[in-house]
């Protein structure tokens, strides 16, 4: 299986803050990498998928960069919306993996 | 609109099975793969499976395999997570998820999650 690991597993932030996630494969997965949002008691919801694409109606100030083994999240200003937990996800090979998570909250 | 709705809460013993569905609408439910993830209390996502509403192929993670069966029904647009032998490990939050036009494994509509307990 591909291993995905996050850094940080959280981050206190305040609105207007730049804030970047990193997710790490094991192993090379071209750009089959999305990036979901969650927050508790909800499914979660898709934000950034083939590493860059930005899912119909999430808003630009999320952005997606990274190929191979390292990726990025970047929220260019944090809204009090966007603070939740984020996920990365290979989509490159079964069993389809999720990181850890990183958790977003205020400061 | 697009939407999956699951079936309610459950309590089970161990050792028993569980059966979970996820309703669609809002579009042609032969046309998309739905999987399943699970989601421990405070805990990450895990992806458990796959299947083919239209040719009823399924396929597992190998953690699950042996002991998850997904079925369909066309009729009612329906799809269904059955998972036996259960443990106190498998208390979690299932979901449902449609994966994306085109076939890519991202899933951009998810059911709203069921809660499975398992307790004896």
């Known amino acids: 299986d591909i291993q995905m690991t996050q850094s940080p597993s959280s981050v206190s932030a305040s609105v207007g803050d730049r804030v970047t996630i990193t997710c790490r494969a094991s192993?090379?997965?071209?750009?089959?990498l999305a990036w979901y949002q969650q927050k508790p008691g909800k499914a979660p919801k898709l934000l950034i998928y083939a590493a860059t694409t930005l899912e119909s109606g999430v808003p630009s100030r999320f952005s997606g960069s990274g190929s191979g083994t390292d990726f990025t999240l970047t929220i260019s200003s944090l809204q009090p919306e966007d603070f939740a937990t984020y996920y990365c996800?290979?989509?490159?090979?079964?069993?389809?993996?999720f990181g850890p998570g990183t958790k977003v909250d205020i400061k | 609109q697009v939407q999956l709705v699951q079936s309610g809460a459950d309590v089970k013993k161990p050792g028993a099975s569980v059966k979970v569905s996820c309703e669609a609408s809002?579009?042609?439910?032969?046309?998309?793969?739905i999987n399943w993830v699970r989601q421990a209390s405070g805990q990450g996502l895990e992806w458990m499976g796959w299947m083919n509403p239209n040719s009823g192929d399924s396929g597992s993670a190998p953690k699950f395999q042996g002991r998850v069966t997904f079925t369909r029904n066309t009729s009612i647009s329906t799809a269904y997570m059955e998972l036996s032998n259960l443990r106190s490990e498998d208390s979690a939050v299932y979901f449902c998820?449609?994966?994306?036009?085109?076939?890519?494994?991202?899933?951009?509509?998810w059911g709203q999650g069921t809660l499975l307990t398992v307790s004896s």
């Open positions: 192993q090379g997965i071209n750009s089959w």
């Open positions: 809002g579009f042609t439910f032969t046309s998309y793969s």
């Open positions: 996800q290979q989509a490159n090979s079964f069993p389809f993996t």
């Open positions: 998820a449609r994966r994306l036009t085109g076939g890519l494994y991202y899933f951009n509509y």
